[in-house]
């Protein structure tokens, strides 16, 4: 990974929403908004560890509020709106974020599918309808959509996942066509194999023994960190991305455009940062 640039304060005074934010992606977005001076509202489904990250980021002086819920709740969604906008009486940026990674094929009950889709794509795109007329009314915003590699490939058994994945690209297109006239910007990122839990169970915790394998999926041999992620959903919420909407940024290390041949001959994991 690259040195982090000195912290700039593109986002103070701003409010932002980040779904999913007590871990992984999720909190590093959040650490880094409030770096750079937003004051941010972090949903989780696991009360306790939203709990601590909350006190943790309050502790590093920051402006933050945990909202435990379920997603795939409308009644959750409405309220995160309802009370970031009576702690801060305004609203920016959204990031949706929390997802289901229920991972599926042809054994994938309906239960499954509903699960995913209510969690993905239904309640990124229930949250962008909520935030619509607060950030209109606060002069505009921005929203960002955390899709994957995974919408635009196969991968085996996973026909919930990738498809809802596929559905969020779709979704980032229509959205950022109907609310420009609310002055919002839409998009999406699309992460390629990020050092989070999901990656860290997959690998029993051994990521010394799977860096060098998975890494080979990416022209740059190694797996992503969640801040590397971050800093491209900053870029895409901040005025230095004025005139981007309706488009999904890659932050793969290169997986999307390696065709079959993979890394070809010369391929050695060489750890590049
Ligand atoms: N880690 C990767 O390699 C990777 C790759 C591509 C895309 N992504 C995407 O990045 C996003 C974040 O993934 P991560 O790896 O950081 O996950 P993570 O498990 O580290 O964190 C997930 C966060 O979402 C919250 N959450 C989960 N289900 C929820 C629900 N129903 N309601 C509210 N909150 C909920 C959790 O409490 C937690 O805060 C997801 O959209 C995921 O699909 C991850």
């Not at 590093?28 to 990250?53: F, K, M």
């Not at 992460?191 to 990521?207: F, M």
């Not at 971050?230 to 065709?259: E, K």
């Given at each position: 990974m690259t040195e982090r640039a000195a912290v700039r304060e593109?986002?103070?005074g701003k409010v932002a929403i980040v779904t999913g934010?007590?871990?992984?992606i999720g909190l590093a977005t959040v650490r880094e908004l409030c770096r750079e001076g937003a004051s941010v509202a972090l949903t989780g489904i696991e009360p306790d560890l939203g709990a601590d990250v909350e006190k943790m980021l309050k502790g590093e002086g920051f402006d933050v509020l945990f909202l435990g819920g379920d997603m795939a709740e409308e009644q959750f969604c409405a309220s995160v709106v309802q009370n970031v906008l009576g702690k801060w009486q305004r609203l920016d940026f959204l990031v949706n974020n929390a997802f289901s990674f229920v991972a599926k094929g042809r054994d994938a009950e309906r239960t499954d599918w509903e699960r995913t889709y209510r969690v993905g794509p239904i309640a990124y795109a229930t949250m962008a309808a909520k935030v619509a007329e607060p950030m209109k009314q606060s002069g505009g915003g921005a929203i960002v959509n955390v899709s994957?590699?995974?919408?635009r490939i196969a991968q085996p058994n996973r026909w919930t996942y990738n498809s809802a994945k596929g559905a969020v690209a779709n979704l980032t297109r229509c959205i950022a066509l109907d609310l420009a006239t609310y002055g919002i910007r839409v998009n999406s990122v699309s992460p390629g194999w990020i050092w989070t839990r999901e990656v860290e169970k997959a690998a029993g915790g051994d990521r010394a023994k799977w860096e060098p394998v998975w890494g080979e999926y990416h022209m740059l041999r190694r797996l992503g960190e969640p801040v590397e992620v971050a800093a491209a959903i900053l870029f895409l919420l901040?005025?230095?991305?004025?005139?981007?909407?309706g488009a999904d940024l890659p932050v793969d290390g290169g997986y999307q455009g390696l065709g079959s041949e993979g890394l070809g001959s010369t391929s050695q994991f060489a750890g590049s940062h």
């Amino acid at each position: 990974m690259t040195e982090r640039a000195a912290v700039r304060e593109r986002f103070s005074g701003k409010v932002a929403i980040v779904t999913g934010g007590s871990a992984g992606i999720g909190l590093a977005t959040v650490r880094e908004l409030c770096r750079e001076g937003a004051s941010v509202a972090l949903t989780g489904i696991e009360p306790d560890l939203g709990a601590d990250v909350e006190k943790m980021l309050k502790g590093e002086g920051f402006d933050v509020l945990f909202l435990g819920g379920d997603m795939a709740e409308e009644q959750f969604c409405a309220s995160v709106v309802q009370n970031v906008l009576g702690k801060w009486q305004r609203l920016d940026f959204l990031v949706n974020n929390a997802f289901s990674f229920v991972a599926k094929g042809r054994d994938a009950e309906r239960t499954d599918w509903e699960r995913t889709y209510r969690v993905g794509p239904i309640a990124y795109a229930t949250m962008a309808a909520k935030v619509a007329e607060p950030m209109k009314q606060s002069g505009g915003g921005a929203i960002v959509n955390v899709s994957s590699i995974s919408a635009r490939i196969a991968q085996p058994n996973r026909w919930t996942y990738n498809s809802a994945k596929g559905a969020v690209a779709n979704l980032t297109r229509c959205i950022a066509l109907d609310l420009a006239t609310y002055g919002i910007r839409v998009n999406s990122v699309s992460p390629g194999w990020i050092w989070t839990r999901e990656v860290e169970k997959a690998a029993g915790g051994d990521r010394a023994k799977w860096e060098p394998v998975w890494g080979e999926y990416h022209m740059l041999r190694r797996l992503g960190e969640p801040v590397e992620v971050a800093a491209a959903i900053l870029f895409l919420l901040s005025s230095d991305a004025s005139f981007i909407t309706g488009a999904d940024l890659p932050v793969d290390g290169g997986y999307q455009g390696l065709g079959s041949e993979g890394l070809g001959s010369t391929s050695q994991f060489a750890g590049s940062h």
